[in-house]
């Protein structure tokens, strides 16, 4: 990490610059429109050395060009974005701690507005090892929340997590839910459609359970699934179709592998 780090503080400051110039027009925007006054007026805001929009859109910045860690982000703000009007680091994540309701409310509403356009999404999972199989039995690294699942892809167990996501059909992740690795996706479908904005989503063989589809059904969703060769009404085309449809989806694992996904994982269970 720390590596990776020292590359972003040697790279040409102007392209950083105009990077963060771009995701602050957009967070402005956000912020603008949907944190509500009481917040954006709240006590004492003017006295901050940076505004919100301005903390929140470096944060951002910085887990895009790479940073990991508390540490690597604060250091590679200060090098590139502000050397010299900038918080101090702990008040600094005091703010990112304060603000992360205010983060909520822009992702909820932008992914509302999002959805408008939306025609359907897609549904998968991908799984987070925390260990090399040949050490299943043996690890002991979130045990509460971890164990050993199959990863029908590679045909092989793994200990460690599942990470589900729904995904639009214009490449957005919209929701998001980590389980332990033996849970069955159709269950984790359950969690993660009741509330979806979008009412037609598409799923792989994972997603093939009757008893899933028909309770979706109740809440207005339309769960349609792969299905297996020695299932009735399985159709080659209509399978070939359906995996026509998942860019989107393998679009989005692609970059939160680059991001990082399994380390933000276990992050977040181990309350880091």
């Given at each position: 990490m720390i590596c990776k780090?020292?590359?972003i503080i040697s790279q040409n400051p102007i392209k950083h610059k105009s990077f963060f110039s771009k995701i602050l027009h957009k967070i402005s925007t956000l912020y603008e429109r949907f944190v509500p006054s009481s917040v954006r007026n709240r006590r004492n805001v003017h006295l901050q050395?940076?505004?919100?929009?301005v903390i929140i859109a470096s944060y951002i910045w910085a887990i895009q060009e790479g940073c990991r860690t508390a540490s690597d982000i604060y250091r590679a703000i200060r090098h590139n974005l502000f050397p010299d009007n900038f918080p101090e680091r702990s008040r600094f994540c005091r703010i990112c701690q304060n603000l992360a309701q205010s983060i909520q409310y822009m992702s909820y509403f932008m992914v509302l507005e999002l959805c408008q356009t939306c025609s359907f999404g897609l549904i998968d999972s991908f799984p987070?090892?925390?260990c090399q199989p040949i050490r299943n039995l043996r690890a002991t690294l979130l045990s509460d929340v971890?164990?050993?699942?199959y990863n029908a892809t590679k045909k092989i167990y793994y200990y460690g997590l599942k990470f589900?996501?729904?995904v639009s059909d214009n490449d957005f992740p919209i929701d998001?839910?980590?389980t332990p690795a033996s849970v069955y996706d159709g269950d984790v479908a359950l969690e993660l459609l009741t509330n979806s904005p979008?009412?037609?989503i598409y799923g792989d063989k994972g997603y093939v359970d009757k008893a899933t589809k028909v309770e979706l059904a109740q809440y207005g969703m339309t769960l349609i699934s792969q299905l297996r060769k020695n299932m009735t009404g399985y159709s080659w085309?209509?399978?070939y179709r359906i995996s026509r449809l998942r860019k989107p989806i393998e679009t989005v694992f692609s970059s939160l592998e680059e991001f990082g996904i399994e380390f933000f994982t276990l992050s977040e269970h181990a309350g880091t």
């Amino acid at each position: 990490m720390i590596c990776k780090a020292n590359n972003i503080i040697s790279q040409n400051p102007i392209k950083h610059k105009s990077f963060f110039s771009k995701i602050l027009h957009k967070i402005s925007t956000l912020y603008e429109r949907f944190v509500p006054s009481s917040v954006r007026n709240r006590r004492n805001v003017h006295l901050q050395k940076q505004p919100d929009v301005v903390i929140i859109a470096s944060y951002i910045w910085a887990i895009q060009e790479g940073c990991r860690t508390a540490s690597d982000i604060y250091r590679a703000i200060r090098h590139n974005l502000f050397p010299d009007n900038f918080p101090e680091r702990s008040r600094f994540c005091r703010i990112c701690q304060n603000l992360a309701q205010s983060i909520q409310y822009m992702s909820y509403f932008m992914v509302l507005e999002l959805c408008q356009t939306c025609s359907f999404g897609l549904i998968d999972s991908f799984p987070c090892a925390l260990c090399q199989p040949i050490r299943n039995l043996r690890a002991t690294l979130l045990s509460d929340v971890a164990n050993i699942g199959y990863n029908a892809t590679k045909k092989i167990y793994y200990y460690g997590l599942k990470f589900s996501v729904l995904v639009s059909d214009n490449d957005f992740p919209i929701d998001y839910v980590v389980t332990p690795a033996s849970v069955y996706d159709g269950d984790v479908a359950l969690e993660l459609l009741t509330n979806s904005p979008i009412s037609l989503i598409y799923g792989d063989k994972g997603y093939v359970d009757k008893a899933t589809k028909v309770e979706l059904a109740q809440y207005g969703m339309t769960l349609i699934s792969q299905l297996r060769k020695n299932m009735t009404g399985y159709s080659w085309f209509d399978n070939y179709r359906i995996s026509r449809l998942r860019k989107p989806i393998e679009t989005v694992f692609s970059s939160l592998e680059e991001f990082g996904i399994e380390f933000f994982t276990l992050s977040e269970h181990a309350g880091t």
